[in-house]
C-alpha cells in the first residue's frame, strides 16, 4: 500500500477544465506538439488508457500546496506525452510500492517523456521540494534521467531544470530537489527527460510536490571583505554555478556571487548533452542565461568543456547502426560542435577547458591516455584536432587542458608529457586546469605545491578549475551536521593551500571552486548521498570559518585542533628466498608474524597476519587472511577484496610519495594495481583461496638502490573488505598507519628492519 498518499482532491468542475486546457510544448521554443491517443488495451499486470477517458487526477490540496502520484487506481492520473508519439502505462513492473507505478516507452527525442500539469498548486514566491522514485527496465543501460519544470510567462516558454541523476536497472533512484518559482506563469508543468539517451525507456513512481514552510529570508553579508578583492593582485577568483541559482538575477544566490567572485563557470550547461543532444540539434538557452549574466555584471566567464568522455551522447560516436564512426567522421562532428559553441560566445569566454580528463594511466594505454571512444576511434589526434578546432574559432580564448588528480606523479608526468608533445607540434594549447577536488587530509599542501612547479618549465599558464574540500576521509562516513573540530580543520588547511597558491602567483591565473556554497555541491551526492560541506559559504550563504582563514585568519578561533598519537610499529625481515605459489613453504618458518589489527574503516572485518622475507634484490610478503564472503563485485579494485603492501625503500617518512615509494594492490582474483603505475613490473603475486579466507604471497623487486642487511625500510601492510558482497567496502584494517593516507604520504608507515 502507498504511503503518504494525500487524500485532497481537486473539484470536479477543475478537472474537467483542467482536462480541456492542457497543452504540451516540445523543448525546442517554436515547435509546439498535441497529445495524440493510444487505443486502450489490457494486459496482465499493465493498465493502459487514453488520457482524455480512463486517467484519473493526481490527489492535490490547494491549500498546502500538495500533489501526489501513485497510479494505485490503475490510471496514468493527469499525466501526459510530452512529445505525443510516447507511450504511458500504469503498469506492474513500474511499481516503486504498492502495485502500480508508470511505464515511459516510445521515446524518439531527448525531451520525450510524461509531463503533468502543476499549474494550480505552485505560486510565485513560494518554495516547493518535488520527488519522484525513477528506475530503468531491465537491460536498459545505465542513464542520467531529469526533471525538470516548463514555465510559460508572458507567453514565453522557460525550460528551468530541476534535478537530475544517473539511473539503473539494479535499484531505484530518488529524484529530489527544491524549486522556488520567482515568476509569475501562466502555466507549469513538470517532466522528466532524458537528453543522454533519447530513447530510453523509464518507470516513475510516488511522484510528489510539497510546498515548503516559509523559511528565513536569506541576507547575504554585504559588511565583509569580498573575496575577489582579496585576492585582486593574484589570481581571479571564481566559482561553477547552475542556471538556476540566477533565475532571480538580484535574488540571494546572484548577490553573493556578484560580489566575491570575478571569473564564472558554467556547471553542467556547456557539456556536449546540454547543448547538442541531438546530432545539429543545438540548445544554448541554459548557457545563454549563464554568459548574459556574467556580461551583465563585469564578470569574466570561463568554458567547460568541449571534449569529454563522459556527458557526450552515444550518437557522437556511433553510426545508425551502433558502429563506431571513422576518424573522419568524428573529427567533422567534433569540428562542427566546436564551431558552434565556440563561436557562439566569442569574445564573452576568455578561457576554455578544451579537452576534460584524457589521462588514466589504469586503462595502459600509451602515454596514460584514457581508453574512451574518442582515443579509440582516432588515438591521441581528437586532442590535437580539438585545440586546432577551437583556436580557430576564437582566436583570442585561452585554451586549456583539464585533469583530475594531478598532483599523482604518474598521472601528471604522463600530463606533462602530452603537453610538450603537443606544442612540439604546435598545437595552440595554453595552459593546464588542476580540478583540485581534494579531501580534509588529502593531498598535502606539500603536494599541491610540487603539483605546479612540475609544469612550470613548459612556459604555460596553470589554473585551478575545480576546488573543493570533502570533509571525509572514506566513503563510509556520513555526518548530519558539520562538526566544530572539522570546521577548524577545513578552515586553517584551505589557508594552507592558499598560501601555496599565492607562492605561484606567476603560475596561476585563476583559483575556480567547484560552487559557490555548500548546498550547491556535487559531493551531496557523489561519490554517496550523504551530506557535504566542502566550500567557503554555508547552506544560507553565511560565510565559514574556511571563508576568514582566507580573508581575515585573526577572525578565526584559536587552532586547537585534537592531536593523535600515531604509534609506528616495528617488525623485523629475515633473509630468503621463497617461491611465490601461494603456500607457505618452509622458508616462511621462524620468520616474525605480524597482524593487521588496527582500522582505518569499520570496527571489525577481515584481517590478515602476515610475514616477511627478503634478498638482495627482492621483499617477500605473505599474507593469510581471514575472510568469511569474498567479493570481487566492485569495478574500483581498491573496493573489492584484497592485500595491499606499502614500501618507503629509504624510509624517509615523506608526505608525498618519493620515487623509491610504491602501493601494491593484490585481490582475491590476483589482479595487480600499483602505485605509481610504472612500478607494475616489479610485482610479482599468487594467491590461493581457503576455507577461511585467502592466501596472498608476493614478491616485490627493490626500486632503486636496493637495501642492505641492518637496514630499515619504511613498511605496511592494508586488507580491504566488502564484508557484504555488495560492492561497497566496507572495512579496512592495516598494520600500522590508520591515518588512511599510505596511498600517498609514508610518513605513517611502520618499520622493518632486514636482517
Known amino acids: 500500500m502507498k504511503t503518504n498518499r494525500l487524500k485532497f482532491y481537486i473539484p470536479l468542475g477543475l478537472i474537467a477544465i483542467l482536462a480541456l486546457t492542457y497543452v504540451i510544448f516540445g523543448i525546442s521554443p517554436k515547435k509546439s506538439h498535441t497529445e495524440s491517443e493510444s487505443a486502450p488495451t489490457q494486459s496482465a499486470g499493465v493498465a493502459t488508457q487514453t488520457v482524455a477517458e480512463a486517467s484519473t487526477e493526481p490527489a492535490v490540496d490547494l491549500a498546502t500546496g500538495k500533489i501526489a502520484t501513485g497510479f494505485e487506481d490503475g490510471t496514468v492520473q493527469g499525466w501526459h506525452e510530452r512529445g505525443g508519439i510516447e507511450t504511458l502505462t500504469a503498469a506492474e513492473e513500474a511499481a516503486h510500492s504498492g502495485t502500480y507505478g508508470l511505464q515511459v516507452t516510445g521515446r524518439k527525442e531527448g525531451w520525450n517523456g510524461p509531463q503533468l500539469d502543476v499549474t494550480p498548486i505552485m505560486e510565485k514566491g513560494k518554495t516547493y521540494t518535488l520527488a519522484a522514485w525513477i528506475k530503468l527496465p531491465a537491460g536498459m543501460p545505465d542513464s542520467s534521467v531529469a526533471m525538470t519544470i516548463q514555465r510559460t510567462t508572458n507567453g514565453k516558454d522557460t525550460y528551468e531544470f530541476v534535478t537530475s541523476d544517473t539511473v539503473t536497472a539494479g535499484e531505484w533512484v530518488k529524484l529530489t530537489a527544491k524549486y522556488e ?25 510516488d511522484f510528489q510536490i510539497a510546498r515548503n514552510q516559509e523559511p528565513e529570508k536569506i541576507e547575504v553579508q554585504q559588511d565583509i571583505p569580498a573575496l575577489k578583492n582579496i585576492y585582486n593582485d593574484d589570481f581571479k577568483l571564481g566559482t561553477a554555478l547552475l542556471v538556476n541559482e540566477i533565475y532571480d538575477p538580484n535574488g540571494p544566490d546572484a548577490q553573493l556571487i556578484k560580489k566575491h567572485f570575478n571569473s564564472l563557470t558554467a556547471g553542467n550547461e556547456l557539456k556536449w548533452d546540454a547543448t547538442e543532444p541531438r546530432e545539429g540539434q543545438f540548445s544554448f538557452s541554459r548557457a545563454d542565461q549563464i554568459v548574459d549574466f556574467a556580461m551583465n555584471n563585469g564578470i569574466a566567464f570561463r568554458g567547460h568543456t568541449l571534449i569529454w568522455h563522459s556527458q557526450t551522447p552515444n550518437w557522437v560516436f556511433h553510426d545508425d547502426k551502433g558502429n563506431l564512426v571513422s576518424k573522419e567522421v568524428l573529427f567533422q562532428r567534433m569540428k562542427k560542435h566546436i564551431e558552434a559553441e565556440v563561436g557562439r560566445y566569442k569574445g564573452k569566454v576568455y578561457a576554455w577547458d578544451v579537452v576534460n580528463e584524457v589521462i588514466e594511466p589504469g586503462d595502459k594505454q600509451p602515454g596514460g591516455l584514457r581508453n574512451s571512444p574518442w582515443y579509440q576511434i582516432a588515438g591521441e589526434e581528437f586532442i590535437e584536432k580539438a585545440f586546432e578546432y577551437a583556436h580557430a574559432a576564437d582566436p583570442d580564448a585561452k585554451l586549456f587542458i583539464n585533469d583530475y588528480n594531478t598532483d599523482m606523479p604518474d598521472k601528471r608526468q604522463y600530463l606533462h608529457d602530452l603537453i610538450k608533445r603537443l606544442k612540439a607540434k604546435g598545437v595552440p594549447i595554453d595552459g593546464i586546469g588542476h580540478q583540485t577536488h581534494i579531501g580534509i587530509m588529502s593531498p598535502s599542501a606539500f603536494q599541491l605545491d610540487q603539483m605546479i612547479l612540475a609544469f612550470t618549465d613548459l612556459g604555460i599558464d596553470q589554473q585551478i578549475t575545480e576546488m573543493d574540500m570533502s570533509i571525509y576521509t572514506n566513503d563510509s562516513e556520513a555526518f548530519d551536521t558539520f562538526p566544530e573540530d572539522l570546521q577548524l580543520r577545513q578552515a586553517y588547511r584551505y589557508k594552507e593551500i592558499f598560501d601555496v597558491f599565492k607562492k605561484h602567483k606567476d603560475q596561476l591565473s585563476a583559483v575556480i571552486f567547484w560552487g559557490k556554497d555548500d548546498l550547491n555541491t556535487w559531493l551531496r551526492t557523489f561519490p554517496v548521498k550523504r551530506n ?92 593469510v587472511v581471514t575472510d568469511s564472503k569474498l567479493s570481487n563485485k566492485s569495478a574500483n579494485a581498491w573496493e573489492q577484496d584484497s592485500v595491499e603492501i606499502f ?37 610479482v603475486s599468487a594467491v590461493k583461496r581457503t576455507d577461511t579466507g585467502y592466501i596472498v604471497e608476493a614478491s616485490i623487486a627493490w626500486p632503486g638502490t636496493a637495501p642492505k642487511a641492518g637496514d630499515t625500510i619504511g613498511f605496511d601492510v592494508q586488507v580491504n573488505n566488502d564484508e557484504d558482497g555488495d560492492g561497497l567496502r566496507d572495512s579496512v584494517a592495516i598494520w600500522s598507519d590508520t591515518s588512511g593516507q599510505s596511498y600517498q604520504s609514508t610518513a605513517g608507515l611502520g618499520e622493518l628492519k632486514l636482517k
Open 181 to 205: 518559482l520567482l515568476f509569475e506563469a501562466e502555466k507549469l508543468s513538470v517532466y522528466f527527460e532524458s537528453n543522454a539517451n533519447p530513447t530510453l525507456d523509464f518507470y516513475v513512481d
Open 647 to 683: 614500501i618507503d625503500s629509504n624510509n624517509a617518512k615523506t608526505t608525498a610519495y618519493e620515487s623509491d615509494d610504491g602501493q601494491y594492490r593484490i585481490s582475491i582474483d590476483n589482479k595487480q594495481t600499483v602505485n605509481p603505475e610504472s612500478m607494475s613490473g616489479n610485482l
Open 532 to 623: 557535504n560541506w566542502p566550500l567557503l559559504f554555508d547552506e544560507r550563504l553565511q560565510a565559514k570559518y574556511a571563508y576568514w582563514a582566507l580573508v581575515d585568519p585573526s577572525k578565526m578561533p584559536k587552532e586547537n585542533l585534537p592531536v593523535v598519537a600515531a604509534t609506528k610499529l616495528e617488525t623485523a625481515a629475515k633473509q630468503g628466498t621463497p617461491v611465490i605459489d601461494g603456500e607457505r613453504e618452509t622458508a616462511w618458518n621462524g620468520t616474525h608474524e605480524l597482524a593487521t589489527d588496527r582500522w582505518v574503516t569499520g570496527i571489525s572485518g577481515s584481517t590478515a597476519h602476515v610475514r616477511t622475507l627478503w634478498d638482495e634484490d627482492h621483499l617477500y610478503v605473505l599474507a
